[in-house]
């Protein structure tokens, strides 16, 4: 009971077109609390699909995924949202924050869906851009800001309601090299408080963060360390 | 906190119209223009209402006037018309008639009416109503004198020169003094001033006080005994003093039996009938042609959100990933059509009311400013059914996007 993620022999299957894509081909992944884990594999390799099952975005084809110990395959789709409001937060390579809302409201989104009261969320989210060193951008626009900017308003997004697992997709892809370093090293000083990290990525430097990694190829772990 | 949730999405409603402050404008331009009609029509035609309601109750109630033609006439052929105009007049032998033998109502009066000026000295009052009645007119019409006294039975019989004015008269020919006692001139002839009616106010912007009233035993020296008039009648129980009417005068015109009435009983409710009849016509037209518009307004809400959701696919990719429900989603889309949609309905009241002030300015008054409360619910109401019916598609398209195919939307 240990294991906060446990995935055995997951398959996930699109229909495209009149063909079938077979995205995964029977995964096994099993997550500690607290682990630093980076996903890795070239593009098409499945670890998309991978990071959306994880994160309940997305439900396997077949196999089992258990998130807790709860089997995450017989959730509803309500069930799933709240697995993902409370449990995960998601950062995305292109940031993805509502262009005409400032940086605060953006952190302040995902506490909307768990009625937190409004003057709490503004503190709160004030309080999480502090903390990734945003604490003079609080009002400002996504587009007053700058790429690294916008991803850690992001992370103080994901890190709203307190989750345990962090999922980043391709974090530092939009980024150069220092902005990204930038970025890693907030992740990983969430690592050292005990949040669980996972990284997906196709870079081999942001790859090395993790403390354990899980390659991809084809849809298939082609390798584990 | 399901309130907080609330007021969140309408206040994320608000910032999302105002971000799109001409698109929402335009959007809601139907909606606008049906809630105006609504507004408009409903407040023209219960002010409307309102006057004629009084103004015909003026005319008295129980109050039933005998005349040649008739106040209501349906659409009529030109045969008919003339047959009507054909009749002989309904005079004064019908009038002393009805005083003589009738039973079952209180008071007769004829009413011979006639516009001509009236002079005091230098002074002049223009197109005075001049009326020869009996001394029960006051009783029949529910108007008292404010001065002086009315007509009296003995004035009648020995055809006095004397007159009753109206306020309006009464200021143009005595501005500054007590009319009582006064003569007054009418086409050369001297009247004694006994008696100031009581003022009257408007009638479909007409001064009723622009009045004098005079035996009608006098009156025909101006007009003849061959002319036709108003017989005014009061009677408690108006349908058996109809009937006995009727009977009276078809004895004094010597109809047989079998060949139609050659003359009208009136009342002021036939009028307010037809006035209702009218305003309903007027009322069913408007009722459409607002309905029209806010269906096609209803469309163009539907148009725009499908477009806001395609736009916003990656928010509402956003959105999920972070947790919200499907529901939660919908409720936001539902909220801002609906919104949408009241802002137009707060936009058509106030052009509504507006062009009713204007309408009742413009008619000097007689239409009056009044919006009923509920048709501005109605107004409120009819939005947001709009806002739900024709949000509710775009917004359920929005909570089943698939969280992973929003987020990849480009």
């Known amino acids: 009971m240990n294991e906060l993620i446990k995935i055995k022999d997951v398959t996930k299957v699109y229909p495209l077109g009149e063909t079938e894509v077979h995205a995964l081909r029977g995964v096994d992944v099993a997550i500690k609390k607290g682990e630093f884990i980076s996903i890795i594999g070239p593009s098409g390799s499945g670890k998309s699909t991978l990071m959306h099952i994880i994160g309940c975005l997305d439900t396997a084809t077949s196999g089992s995924y258990f998130l807790r110990g709860k089997d995450v395959n017989k959730m509803d789709e309500n069930q799933l949202a709240d697995i993902r409001k409370e449990f995960i937060g998601f950062v995305f390579q292109d940031f993805y924050l509502l262009p005409d809302v400032p940086a605060w409201y953006n952190v302040s989104l995902p506490m909307i869906y768990n009625r937190v009261t409004p003057r709490e969320r503004k503190e709160k989210a004030v309080k999480i851009l502090e903390n990734v060193g945003l604490g003079d951008r609080v009002n400002h626009l996504p587009n007053q800001l700058s790429g690294g900017e916008r991803q850690r308003v992001a992370i103080a997004r994901a890190l709203a309601n307190e989750p345990e697992i962090i999922i980043a997709d391709e974090p530092t892809g939009n980024l150069d090299s220092v902005r990204g370093e930038e970025i890693l090293k907030i992740l990983s000083d969430l690592y050292e408080k005990g949040k669980t990290i996972i990284i997906v990525s196709h870079e081999k430097y942001v790859a090395e963060q993790g403390k354990r990694k899980i390659y991809l190829k084809d849809g298939r772990v082609e390798g584990k360390g | 906190m399901f309130s907080s949730f609330l007021i969140e999405i309408l206040r994320s409603s608000i910032e999302s119209i105002k971000a799109n402050k001409l698109r929402s404008l335009l959007t809601t331009l139907g909606i606008v223009i049906g809630v105006t009609t609504v507004i408009g029509v409903i407040s023209i035609v219960s002010g409307l209402k309102k006057n004629v309601a009084t103004s015909f109750s003026q005319l008295g109630a129980n109050v039933l006037y005998v005349s040649k033609y008739p106040w209501v006439m349906g659409p009529l052929s030109r045969e008919e018309w003339k047959k009507i105009h054909k009749r002989d007049i309904v005079g004064l032998k019908e009038a002393e008639a009805l005083k003589e033998y009738g039973t079952s109502f209180e008071y007769v009066s004829p009413e011979i009416g006639r516009h001509m000026n009236m002079e005091r000295a230098e002074k002049e009052a223009a197109e005075v109503d001049i009326k020869g009645v009996s001394e029960d007119y006051g009783?029949?019409?529910?108007?008292?004198?404010?001065?002086?006294?009315?007509?009296?039975?003995?004035?009648?019989?020995?055809?006095?020169?004397?007159?009753?004015?109206?306020?309006?008269?009464?200021?143009?020919?005595?501005?500054?003094?007590?009319?009582?006692?006064?003569?007054?001139?009418?086409?050369?002839?001297?009247?004694?001033?006994?008696?100031?009616?009581?003022?009257?106010?408007?009638?479909?912007?007409?001064?009723?006080?622009?009045?004098?009233?005079?035996?009608?035993?006098?009156?025909?020296?101006?007009?003849?005994?061959?002319?036709?008039?108003?017989?005014?009648?009061?009677?408690?129980?108006?349908?058996?003093?109809?009937?006995?009417?009727?009977?009276?005068?078809?004895?004094?015109?010597?109809?047989?039996?079998?060949?139609?009435?050659?003359?009208?009983?009136?009342?002021?409710?036939?009028?307010?009938?037809?006035?209702?009849?009218?305003?309903?016509?007027?009322?069913?037209?408007?009722?459409?042609?607002?309905?029209?518009?806010?269906?096609?307004?209803?469309?163009?809400?539907?148009?725009?959100?499908?477009?806001?959701?395609?736009?916003?696919?990656?928010?509402?990719?956003?959105?999920?990933?972070?947790?919200?429900?499907?529901?939660?989603?919908?409720?936001?889309?539902?909220?801002?059509?609906?919104?949408?949609?009241?802002?137009?309905?707060?936009?058509?009241?106030?052009?509504?009311?507006?062009?009713?002030?204007?309408?009742?300015?413009?008619?000097?008054?007689?239409?009056?400013?009044?919006?009923?409360?509920?048709?501005?619910?109605?107004?409120?109401?009819?939005?947001?059914?709009?806002?739900?019916?024709?949000?509710?598609?775009?917004?359920?398209?929005?909570?089943k996007l698939n969280p992973v195919e929003a987020l990849r939307y480009e």
């Open chain 2, 139 to 399: 009783r029949i019409i529910n108007q008292d004198v404010s001065l002086g006294r009315f007509l009296s039975k003995d004035d009648i019989q020995y055809k006095r020169h004397i007159c009753v004015l109206g306020q309006d008269v009464v200021n143009s020919l005595f501005p500054e003094e007590n009319p009582i006692g006064n003569k007054v001139k009418i086409q050369g002839r001297q009247f004694n001033v006994i008696g100031m009616l009581e003022e009257r106010g408007k009638m479909m912007g007409q001064s009723m006080d622009n009045v004098a009233m005079i035996p009608y035993t006098t009156m025909t020296a101006f007009t003849g005994r061959r002319k036709t008039i108003n017989i005014a009648v009061y009677a408690e129980e108006g349908e058996e003093a109809e009937e006995e009417i009727r009977w009276i005068l078809r004895g004094v015109r010597n109809l047989k039996p079998g060949e139609e009435d050659d003359f009208a009983i009136n009342s002021s409710e036939a009028l307010i009938s037809q006035f209702n009849q009218l305003t309903k016509t007027i009322f069913l037209i408007s009722i459409a042609i607002a309905a029209i518009s806010l269906v096609v307004g209803g469309i163009g809400i539907m148009n725009i959100m499908l477009v806001s959701v395609s736009e916003r696919t990656r928010e509402i990719g956003v959105r999920k990933a972070i947790g919200a429900k499907s529901s939660e989603i919908l409720g936001q889309f539902l909220m801002e059509s609906v919104v949408i949609c009241l802002v137009g309905g707060f936009l058509g009241i106030i052009l509504g009311a507006s062009l009713t002030k204007l309408i009742s300015i413009m008619s000097n008054g007689n239409i009056p400013f009044h919006i009923p409360i509920w048709s501005i619910f109605l107004g409120f109401g009819f939005c947001f059914s709009i806002g739900v019916f024709f949000g509710f598609y775009p917004a359920r398209k929005a909570s």
